[in-house]
């Protein structure tokens, strides 16, 4: 399996703070990125994907990326208490229909 | 956002019989799905790409005669965990990709809990 690191956490913040998510990876050929969000016994769901180096946002959500550095990050504004769940960073290396490696994920804990 | 279906949800068997799980695309076609494996408090890991038409390719460590995948039709996938045994007791997931492209996004089903006892 390629690497995708993530700090496991739990990373908590109060109510209404910005959240850091931050994950790395091994293979300088991975083409596009995601932020997936995981509720407890459920399955996955897409917050955002990146694929070019910068700043995207959508909404309270920003993700960022940094291909030489080999880091992606996603920011969470005016963090809610729903927000708590654990946010899996997933790879996809290479073009087309391709396999996607995902971290460990990090638990976000929203104190109200 | 296209839907991807699991089935059964969950489903509780002996030591040494096999189940069969299945995913399936519901309104749209799929030549290429993803079968992942989530122990708990782990991360998804990716067990095999099920091909439409051909034999799946699985991942390094993960057992072929094991974990039997047939992609029979272009929306439907099923994995077979053959010989159960409580250490394959997990939560099984599949996906589907949608558009192509680099950033083409994934379709979860909405995973199968495996208890063997």
């Known amino acids: 399996q390629k690497e995708v690191e993530q700090n496991s956490g739990p990373l908590s913040v109060p109510e209404g703070a910005i959240a850091s998510l931050n994950c790395t990876y091994s293979?300088?050929?991975?083409?596009?990125f995601f932020w997936y969000r995981q509720y407890s016994g459920k399955s996955p769901e897409l917050i955002m994907f990146?694929?070019?180096?910068g700043d995207k946002e959508d909404g309270r959500f920003t993700a960022q990326l940094n291909k030489a550095s080999q880091y992606v990050s996603l920011l969470i504004r005016d963090s809610q208490p729903s927000d708590s769940a654990t946010y899996l960073c997933?790879?996809?290396?290479?073009?087309?229909?391709?396999?996607?490696?995902f971290g460990s994920g990090t638990k976000l804990n929203v104190k109200p | 956002g296209a839907v991807v279906s699991q089935h059964p949800s969950w489903v509780i068997c002996k030591s040494g019989t096999s189940v069969k799980i299945e995913c399936r695309s519901l309104?749209?076609?799929?030549?290429?799905m993803f079968w992942y494996r989530q122990f708990p408090k782990q991360s998804l890991m990716l067990m095999a790409t099920?091909?439409?038409?051909?034999?799946?390719?699985?991942e390094q460590g993960v057992e072929k005669d094991k974990f039997l995948i047939n992609h029979a039709s272009l929306t439907l996938s099923t994995l077979t965990v053959t010989s159960a045994h409580p250490e394959d007791s997990s939560f099984y997931i599949c996906?589907?990709?949608?558009?192509?492209?680099?950033?083409?996004?994934?379709?979860f089903g909405p995973g199968t809990r495996l208890t063997v006892l």
């Open positions: 293979d300088r050929g991975s083409q596009s």
């Open positions: 309104d749209f076609q799929a030549t290429t």
């Open positions: 099920s091909n439409e038409g051909s034999k799946a390719t699985y």
């Open positions: 997933a790879v996809n290396i290479g073009w087309g229909f391709n396999k996607f490696y």
């Open positions: 996906s589907a990709p949608g558009l192509a492209g680099a950033y083409n996004e994934q379709f």
């Open positions: 990146i694929y070019s180096n």
